[in-house]
């Protein structure tokens, strides 16, 4: 497969997902704009707080300390750094503006649909945010989703691609099911948080190709 190739599946791949995404977080927009009950919820966190155990308790509550704010900023410092030190200037810019522009969006989500917490598992503190769309999750799927966009782009091997994109995958998802497990989270806002960021990853990294094709790679 030739890199133009490679390019046009990773683009086609991507805008298939974006609209995916756009779709899921239209339906659940709506339903938690009306105040619906999203059938899925209850259910979802009664299997899961069914399916508990102490060792996984305190394995979720690692997984989720590494999603919250001061964490994620300073893994995004380091990641920005490392791409600075390694002449990757563009690439620190869009992760730069990529992470930057999670917050934004995930507290402009927040105020907008103003969705109250549930109740929490495990005594684990009940943030003061309100709780559509998961903020861990959605910064979990910019940081990892971004780097791997960036990694994937550059190169060629497809069993590397596969591997990479399962990696960042894996961890976005470990991070969302851990507030899904603690109950601070339910399940819908999750998986809107990671809606938003397959759409705002996308368009960074589709933002990154073209500059790429237009000033050649730094």
Do not use: Q
């Not at 938690?32 to 059938?39: M, R, Y």
Request: contains cysteine.
């Amino acid at each position: 497969m030739t890199r133009g190739e490679a390019a046009g599946g990773m683009l086609a791949a991507g805008l298939a997902a974006s609209v995916a995404a756009l779709a899921i977080l239209a339906w659940l927009a709506d339903r938690v704009a009306s105040g619906a009950a999203i059938a899925f919820d209850g259910a979802i966190r009664a299997f899961v707080h069914e399916h508990s155990s102490t060792v996984l308790t305190e394995l979720m509550r690692l997984a989720s300390s590494l999603g919250a704010t001061i964490p994620v900023l300073v893994l995004s410092a380091g990641a920005v750094a490392v791409l600075v030190a390694t002449h990757s200037n563009r690439a620190a810019l869009f992760f730069a503006v990529t992470m930057a522009g999670g917050f934004v969006l995930d507290a402009t989500m927040k105020l907008g649909f103003h969705r109250a917490r549930p109740a929490s598992f495990y005594g684990t503190p009940e943030p003061n945010s309100y709780s559509f769309p998961s903020g861990h999750a959605l910064f979990a799927a910019c940081y990892f989703g971004i780097l791997a966009a960036f990694w994937t782009a550059r190169i060629r091997s497809r069993a590397a691609r596969v591997l990479v994109w399962t990696a960042a995958a894996g961890m976005a998802g470990l991070i969302g099911y851990s507030r899904i497990y603690l109950g601070v989270h339910y399940p819908s806002d999750v998986v809107g948080g990671y809606a938003a960021a397959v759409i705002w990853v996308n368009a960074a990294a589709h933002a990154d190709r073209l500059w790429g094709r237009g000033r050649g790679r730094s």
